[in-house]
Every structure is written in structure tokens, then in C-alpha cells.
């Protein structure tokens, strides 16, 4: 059987089966966080990591401003 790829995914990816959960919102979003999540699919209970990454964005406030 090959192995799940289930590191750094933009979805919880359950490791036994690949199934990726798509109603995540109750899970913590605390990076760091270790908890333990029963796969919807599967049903056998992992440990689901958060990882989050932060981006910034500059917006220009006025684009006549000479400065």
C-alpha cells in the first residue's frame, strides 16, 4: 500500500486512508496545536497538527498622493 501524503496540506488529510476534511472549522487554528481528529471517512483517530502562515498585503491609499 502506498504511503499517504498527508504533510503541510491546504485541508486536514487524514494519514490512513487520504481522505482531506472539508468541514475543518471546528478544529483549532492556533499554530502548533496538537489535537486528536477521528477521520469522517475511515474513522480511525489521528494527530492533526496546525501550521498557519501569514502574507501580507500594501494596498495604495491614494494614488495622486506624491508621496
Not at 499554530?31 to 496546525?50: M, Q, S
Not at 501550521?51 to 491609499?61: E, F, L, P, V
Amino acid at each position: 500500500m502506498a504511503e499517504i501524503d498527508a504533510e503541510y496540506r491546504d485541508l486536514p488529510t487524514c494519514p490512513y486512508c487520504g481522505h482531506q476534511c472539508q468541514d475543518y472549522f471546528d478544529f483549532s487554528h492556533q499554530d502548533g496545536n496538537l489535537e486528536e481528529v477521528e477521520c469522517g471517512e475511515c474513522e480511525k483517530t489521528y494527530e492533526l497538527e496546525t501550521i498557519t502562515t501569514t502574507r501580507w498585503t500594501g494596498h495604495k491609499i491614494d494614488a495622486g498622493d506624491p508621496a
